[in-house]
């Protein structure tokens, strides 16, 4: 499975941003897909996971009700609506793709895309 994330950018803090990840390759059917980022001098983190089927969703605690997942697996894409973006959400965003139902860690997922960076101003 080949990942483009793309939609980030810079935003003021309160505003809102869509993320959005196209997959070819494989099936994307198949697979979870999830939401990582990565901060300046900081470790990879989960955002948010989506089911095969998108009809689970997992949310890390600190943006739990701003961010929503979902997909279209017609169109081959994952999406991340953030809403209410703070400053400690600038970071570079992933998108991952993995075989597990729901995974929540970055060792779970097998495919990676390349990053988009999403930066929040005060």
């Known amino acids: 499975v080949q990942l483009q994330a793309s939609g980030g950018g810079l935003v003021q803090a309160g505003g809102s941003l869509r993320l959005s990840c196209a997959a070819s390759?494989?099936?994307?059917?198949?697979?979870?897909m999830g939401w990582f980022r990565q901060a300046p001098g900081k470790e990879r983190e989960f955002v948010a996971a989506i089911s095969w089927s998108g009809g689970s969703t997992y949310y890390a605690d600190s943006v739990k009700g701003r961010f929503t997942i979902s997909r279209d697996n017609a169109k081959n894409t994952v999406y991340l609506q953030m809403k209410s973006l703070k400053p400690e959400d600038t970071a570079v965003y992933y998108c991952?793709?993995?075989?597990?139902?729901?995974?929540?860690?970055?060792?779970?997922?097998?495919?990676w895309g390349q990053g988009t960076l999403v930066t929040v101003s005060s």
């Open positions: 390759g494989r099936t994307f059917s198949y697979y979870a």
């Open positions: 991952a793709a993995g075989a597990k139902l729901l995974p929540q860690r970055y060792y779970e997922y097998d495919y």
